[in-house]
T-cell receptor, first 113, second 112 residues
Framework: DTGVSQNPRHKITKRGQNVTFRCDPI?????LYWYRQTLGQGPEFLTY????????KSRLLSDRFSAERPKGSFSTLEIQRTEQGDSAMYLC???????????FGSGTRLTVV | GEDVEQSLFLSVREGDSSVINCTYT??????LYWYKQEPGAGLQLLTY?????DMKQDQRLTVLLNKKDKHLSLRIADTQTGDSAIYFC????????????FGTGTRLTVIP
């Protein structure tokens, strides 16, 4: 297992378009998290899955954002009708119990033009 | 809400010790974490400390926790140029929720 994998690494899109990112967590990790990181800031929590169940969502996750983890393995994060303010690094992380900390992926950098 | 604060920048000479400080507001946090982020990369977990401990050492890294003052520090001994990165502290929220709250990060620059 090579860790948490995110695709694509970079995405440039025009305002108003929809984008989808994928995260493949460490295979034995049942917990999966999405975070957003803007320049000069720490990561901000978006949402959390335990297996296929989405158990927590941040108020940052507007109705244009949707995340799924259909089989409890990989996850997708979709942003509809992108806005320039959505430009950020989107980070995925996974963990087994949470207490030991997460393993982060390298992120998907989104630029909305 | 939770508020994790860090100074933005730190410069040290190669071979010296670095001390990165963090203050947090939630005294009921159970775990506190230090992550490292290199340019263009995700975050790498360096170490974590349980709230009933006051010190943890792991090779060149020493974490000190002062619960009374809600102060966490990370000491890196014999700092190397490869330690140049942004360092984030993070805390667990009190509510039993499963997310972490991160500070804004401290950019460590190691001068050869």
């Amino acid at each position: 297992d090579t860790g948490v994998s995110q695709n694509p690494r970079h995405k440039i899109t025009k305002r108003g378009q929809n984008v989808t990112f994928r995260c493949d967590p460490i295979s034995e990790h049942n917990r999966l998290y999405w975070y957003r990181q803007t320049l000069g800031q720490g990561p901000e929590f978006l949402t959390y899955f335990q297996n296929e169940a989405q158990l927590e969502k941040s108020r940052l996750l507007s109705d244009r954002f949707s995340a799924e983890r259909p089989k409890g393995s990989f996850s997708t994060l979709e942003i509809q009708r992108t806005e320039q303010g959505d430009s950020a690094m989107y980070l995925c992380a996974s963990s087994l119990s949470g207490a030991e900390g997460y393993t982060f992926g390298s992120g998907t950098r989104l630029t909305v033009v | 809400g939770e508020d994790v604060e860090q100074s933005l920048f730190l410069s040290v000479r190669e071979g010296d010790s670095s001390v990165i400080n963090c203050t947090y507001t939630d005294s009921s946090s159970t775990y506190l974490y230090w992550y490292k982020q290199e340019p263009g990369a995700g975050l790498q977990l360096l170490t974590y400390i349980f709230s009933n401990m006051d010190m943890k050492q792991d090779q060149r890294l020493t974490v000190l926790l002062n619960k009374k003052d809600k102060h966490l520090s990370l000491r890196i001994a014999d700092t190397q140029t490869g330690d140049s990165a942004i360092y984030f502290c993070a805390e667990t929220p009190p509510t039993g929720a499963n997310n972490l709250f991160f500070g804004t990060g401290t950019r460590l620059t190691v001068i050869p």
